[in-house]
């Protein structure tokens, strides 16, 4: 019984590199079409495109998704921000962060 290294005629760790970069490909290729999916918006609001892109292309495609074609959501402001505002200074924020946690002091 011969070795699969043996039967393609290389080392050993050319094997194990060659699984390796075919795990990394499936990998990353499921993690993009599950990405793609859930995604509401990508780039050139095309998912067809992208899914073609993932599926023929192997690894590049899915790393040219991953960084091109998903359009992250904008952060949403925190509570603070929202409440004390973006120009709020730091002392004004800390307070109400105090107060959200702790409950507004009462005064005398």
Same mark, same amino acid.
């Given at each position: 019984?011969?070795?699969?290294?043996?039967?393609?005629?290389?080392?050993?760790?050319?094997?194990?590199?060659?699984?390796?970069?075919?795990?990394?490909?499936?990998?990353?290729?499921?993690?993009?079409?599950?990405?793609?999916? %859930?995604?509401?918006?990508?780039?050139?609001?095309?998912?067809?495109?992208?899914?073609?892109?993932?599926?023929?292309?192997?690894?590049?495609?899915?790393?040219?998704?991953?960084?091109?074609? %998903?359009?992250?959501?904008?952060?949403?402001?925190?509570?603070?921000?929202?409440?004390? @505002?973006?120009?709020?200074?730091?002392?004004? %924020?800390? @307070?109400?962060?105090?107060?959200?946690?702790?409950?507004?002091?009462?005064?005398?």
């Amino acid at each position: 019984m011969t070795s699969l290294a043996e039967q393609l005629g290389v080392s050993v760790g050319v094997v194990i590199l060659l699984v390796a970069v075919l795990v990394a490909q499936a990998t990353l290729q499921v993690l993009a079409l599950v990405s793609l999916y %859930r995604s509401r918006e990508v780039l050139f609001n095309s998912k067809w495109l992208w899914l073609a892109v993932v599926l023929l292309l192997g690894l590049v495609g899915s790393l040219l998704y991953f960084a091109l074609g %998903r359009r992250l959501p904008a952060a949403a402001p925190t509570q603070s921000q929202a409440v004390a @505002g973006p120009r709020a200074n730091s002392g004004e %924020r800390a @307070g109400h962060a105090v107060d959200v946690l702790y409950g507004r002091k009462e005064e005398p």
